[in-house]
């Protein structure tokens, strides 16, 4: 079984390999290799536990380890057997893979590197999120065959102003260029997403860059009662898709139902979506 | 001297009568109370310390107690005699004060509660910024006489959306309403207030609210070499101030060396000021 040194190993080539080449082989071998090894080291190394959830429609699960809990995993997306996952992962590099395996292949190897570096770090929020980011850019950019930028520049006051943002790719002639924003979960930072492309339409016209928002899930776990919620704030949302700027499409690897059913209410305004669909619709996401 | 009981009884205070009537004078004298014992209490119960500063014409001190650094003060701003402070803010109070003495008074009320709420708690970062935000909030509400909301109703799809911000004044007939923005330092959320001040825009015209950001400083210690920085990021400023939204006015307590400088070269785009001419000008801001 992987130990600390090792999966911290693990950790620090997939951040490089991203870093290196988003797109390339190496960034999907070393992200795979980091995701398979936590999955084992959940099965070998954690006890699992039974979550409550409050959440319609959604059971979740966790895992503990020294006392720690880590974060809830759908049970209906999160596969546990490292054969099954291998031989998804191998589909979806070929391309050929249906839409509900796409959901539990990425599902899991978004977060079971999440869920053992919490278990060895409660407090360390920022390595999970270096490492989400590192996999929905290496998913982009190897579906798009481009490496993004991290930096917009801007035309300010006959100025070049540079801005890091999440993820620019510039797809080339007759598509969109895309501004993709990732985070694990919102909260109070989410806005920054919207500001950000606002600044874009402001510089470059709404015509150049479509906003596509990549998210993990909205669950919080209360660590007394075990019990799972979602953490939803639809009208907000629908106050900075309407008044500050549109993202084209917000994806999540478990979509929030509140976030459902504010995509029904209102489907010309907003579009939230499970991140599976990205993957039969990913040819079509940057068409003009 | 006070004790830990006495000044969380004091922080106590002042919170509960700015919600109850940010401009009353129970307000006023909560505040006056706590930062007058606060400063008692750096006096007789810490130890002042000279700091190395880094920043071109300013000086700055702290105070330590139990091996804990609070954050740093500027020597020109920050008054240590409780009696003088009292003198001034009596002053103050009947609106008999100058630029000078209204700037330095005001930057230790701000401060010396921080100080000392640090120096109990190093992790606590809110009760700072509570405070901070109280004594703001009361300064503008008593200089109107209008009491601030805090939740924006914006008219979004057919809906009333409420979103929280931090003050909304409607000073009236004949007068701009007041969206004021107030945080210790900026660094990443700052791009909150010119969203919100975008929303504002959207929803009522940009000629409904008037955008006013208070800032406390942009200063950096350095807890071992214990030097003095500021960090500031000017375009990034600009942009927002040209592409996202117009904030009228950015006080700050301690004017940051380089947003000075960006004042000095784009003065038609971004207005950053010492909070002392607030005192001056405090009737002319909300003027059509």
Sequence with gaps: MPDLAELRAAYELAKSQCGADWKSDAAANAIFAFATMSVRFLRTDCSPIDLVSRVPGKQYVSFTRKGVVARPANRALFVKDERRLAKMWSALRKGKIDRDSFAQVSYTIALAPCLVLELFDRGN?????TYFECF????????????????????????????????????????????????????????????????????????????????????????????????????????????????????????????????????????????????????????R
């Excluded at 490496?147 to 006959?158: D, H, T």
């Design 125 to 129: 929020k920022k390595a999970p999120a």
């Design 136 to 287: 929905i850019g290496h998913l982009f950019a190897s579906s798009f065959g481009v490496n993004p930028q991290k930096r917009a520049v801007l035309p300010v006051q006959g100025r070049s102003v540079q801005m890091t943002m999440d993820f620019l790719f510039d797809l080339g002639k007759g598509r969109y260029s895309l501004h993709l924003a990732v985070k694990m979960s919102t909260r109070e930072r989410v806005v920054q997403a919207w500001a950000h492309q606002r600044l874009l339409d402001a510089a470059y016209g709404a015509d150049r860059y479509k906003g596509i928002m990549v998210l993990f899930s909205e669950t919080k776990l209360d660590s007394r009662s075990r019990e799972v919620i979602e953490i939803c704030v639809p009208d907000q949302w629908l106050a900075y898709q309407s008044l500050l700027a549109k993202m084209d499409r917000i994806y999540y690897f478990d979509t929030p139902y509140r976030y459902q059913q504010l995509t029904e209410q209102f489907p010309d305004v907003i579009r939230i979506k499970p991140f599976g669909e990205f993957f039969s619709e990913k040819e079509t996401v940057a068409l």
